[in-house]
């Protein structure tokens, strides 16, 4: 298929849908700056929103969400793609090799096709407003809630078993003719990974892979046995404002990742001479600053992540300023960072 070819005519992701115990999301969801806005009609599932993200708490008992999450736990256990003709692209990717699913699954009343994608999950196909016919919307809360500022999401990744990175980049490939955007290899002193960012023709769907380098038993092996499979290691979100967006997710008491050391921040201005960001605004905060400033070009992306939120599961925050990247620059700049705080503090003796 030609690079610009979308046979699925795949146009965004439609939304995640979550699975827990009874009512164990909520208040993580609340902490993002999300509102609940719809009950389902039928089945014990809610709407959750924030600018243009749809996301389902599924709590429903013996349903697909129930069984998935016996076998991994609290989890992203389905996503929708959205597409201009759900049945014509559910029939061509059947066609380019996908499995069906053809039990009624998900939270949903209406029949909506499905394929099976990582981990088992469906990947659904959604071409109307399906919110309207499957939930009750409350009278009193906004449709679109502007939250913490949250707008879309802008990627999720997968963390696939070693060895198996190839066969999911062929998965997205060959059914959705997804390509490959980013390929990185991080070096550890002890561990490592790799990862190959694909995104679809829509250009709105991007699905990094991850999965452990030769070096072995780094935090995607840890990620796979935690999760007990191949699954969705992190959703991100993307904001106008990180800075902001910071504040107000502090506020709900959002618990970020740990801070990186001081010499990474002393270190920008050298990695990105004349980004021209608040150095000591994005220190204070711990968010981290990727992206190029070459040939009088500025391309910055700013991005932090939360903590562990669902079991294994953590969210990103990024804003980008023209940059299309993952942040992986950083991967390297932390590594160095940590390094050269190392050797202030005479831990690394680099005279050997």
């Known amino acids: 298929m030609d690079i610009l070819d979308n046979p699925l005519e795949l146009c965004g992701f439609a939304f995640i849908e979550f699975v827990s115990k009874n009512g164990e999301l909520d208040q993580?969801?609340?902490?993002?700056?999300?509102t609940k806005v719809a009950q389902h009609k039928s089945k014990n599932a809610h709407l959750w929103?924030?600018?243009?993200?749809?996301?389902?708490?599924?709590?429903q008992p013996e349903s697909y969400a129930s069984f998935f999450f016996k076998e991994h736990g609290p989890s992203a256990c389905a996503m929708g793609f959205k597409t201009?003709?759900?049945?014509?692209?559910?029939?061509?990717?059947?066609e380019l090799g996908a499995e069906p699913i053809h039990s009624k699954v998900g939270p949903m009343e209406l029949n909506i096709p499905a394929i099976k994608g990582i981990g088992g999950m469906p990947i659904f196909l959604?071409?109307?407003?399906?919110?309207e016919n499957d939930f009750i919307f409350f009278n009193d809360v906004e449709r679109h809630p502007v939250g913490v500022g949250l707008n879309e999401i802008d990627h999720l990744t997968h963390n696939v078993y070693k060895g198996r990175m190839e066969y999911w980049a062929n998965f997205y490939e060959k059914i959705?003719?997804?390509?490959?955007?980013?390929y990185f290899d991080i070096k550890g002193e002890y561990t490592g990974l790799t990862s190959k960012a694909l995104t679809a023709p829509d250009g709105l769907i991007r699905i990094p892979l991850n999965e452990d380098s030769d070096k072995g038993n780094g935090q995607i092996a840890e990620f796979l046995a935690d999760f007990n499979g191949e699954g969705i290691q992190h959703i991100a979100f993307i904001t106008d404002d990180l800075l902001d967006t910071w504040d107000k997710l502090k506020s709900l008491d959002l618990k970020f990742m740990t801070a990186p050391p001081n010499t990474y921040y002393e270190m920008l201005e050298e990695r990105l001479p004349e980004h021209g960001e608040p150095?000591?605004?994005?220190?204070?905060?711990?968010?981290?600053?990727?992206?190029?400033?070459?040939?009088?070009q500025k391309k910055l992306l700013l991005q932090i992540f939360s903590e562990n939120m669902i079991g294994p599961v953590f969210f990103e925050f990024i804003q980008r300023k023209d940059d299309d990247g993952f942040g992986e620059g950083n991967f390297k700049a932390l590594f160095e960072s940590i390094e050269r705080d190392q050797i202030r503090r005479g831990v690394l003796n680099t005279d050997l």
């Open 176 to 182: 959705f003719n997804f390509r490959e955007i980013r």
């Open 49 to 59: 929103r924030q600018g243009n993200i749809n996301i389902i708490l599924n709590y």
């Open 84 to 94: 201009l003709d759900a049945a014509k692209a559910f029939d061509k990717a059947i």
């Open 279 to 296: 150095t000591s605004e994005l220190q204070k905060r711990g968010i981290l600053l990727d992206g190029h400033t070459k040939d009088g």
């Open 126 to 131: 959604v071409d109307r407003d399906i919110y």
């Open 28 to 34: 993580i969801f609340k902490t993002i700056g999300f």
